[in-house]
Nanobody, 119 residues
């Protein structure tokens, strides 16, 4: 059974930090590109960060560059999102995504973890 289980969300004041985790199971983790997305009420879902299958390449949205860091633990099959200097505009549901294109497109989503940043 495929599972992506996010954790680590919570409520913090502006300037604070949180570390999100996404534990993967039920699929071949090493074959999948992993991403963190977020969705605030009334807004479109946006990609925040992503990491390649090998972990050698990362992508960050301009809005989080220099503040967020994504990493992966290949042994534990977990991806992390370290979020520093949080801002109220970072408030959203954060979701983990796994995607593989070969041999066929395969996409999994987690249920999400809420992050609330107060000013």
């Amino acid at each position: 059974q495929v599972q992506l289980e996010e954790s680590g969300g919570g409520s913090v004041q502006a300037g604070g930090s949180l570390r999100l985790s996404c534990a993967a199971s039920g699929f071949t983790f090493s074959n999948y590109w992993m991403g963190w997305f977020r969705q605030a009420p009334g807004k479109d879902r946006e990609e925040v960060a992503s990491i390649s299958k090998t972990g050698g390449n990362t992508y960050y949205a301009d809005s989080v560059k220099g503040r967020f860091t994504m990493s992966k633990d290949k042994i534990k099959e977990v991806v992390y999102l370290q979020m520093n200097n949080l801002k109220p505009e970072d408030t959203a549901m954060y979701l983990c995504k796994a995607e593989c294109t070969l041999p066929a497109l395969s996409i999994y989503w987690g249920q999400g973890t809420q992050v609330t940043v107060s000013s």
